[in-house]
């Protein structure tokens, strides 16, 4: 049984400093590309940013230069570390995990989903 359960989502101000983490069980985790994503009230799932088997890694526009993921394959865990949030970082983000090596941005390509963790970013 696959599961990905979060971890790291809390209220925050903006300028702070957050980190998410994801841990993973059932899967052959350095076979598996990984991913974040978010999801604000009344607004569609969007990529955040992606880590492939190798390690190479991508970021949605919105948060390159002040995140980095990575991932502990030994751990299987997925890490998300975000830097200056602003209020516009606030959402549900998602840890999800993807049946290919190949990272992707797209939510539809990714297999397996974690329930979400809550950050929210004060003014």
């Known amino acids: 049984q696959v599961q990905l359960v979060e971890s790291g989502g809390r209220l925050v101000q903006a300028g702070d400093s957050l980190r998410l983490s994801c841990a993973a069980s059932g899967i052959t985790f350095n076979g598996y590309a990984l991913g974040w994503f978010r999801q604000a009230p009344g607004k569609e799932r969007e990529f955040v940013a992606a880590i492939n088997w190798l390690s190479s890694t991508y970021y949605a526009d919105s948060v390159k230069g002040r995140s980095t993921i990575s991932r502990d394959n030994a751990k299987m865990t997925v890490d998300l570390q975000m830097n200056s949030l602003v209020p516009e970082d606030t959402a549900v983000y998602y840890c999800?995990?993807?049946?290919?090596?190949?990272?992707?941005?797209?939510?539809?390509?990714?297999?397996?989903w974690g329930q979400g963790t809550q950050v929210t970013v004060s003014s």
């Open positions: 999800a995990a993807r049946r290919s090596p190949v990272a992707k941005t797209l939510a539809v390509e990714y297999d397996y």
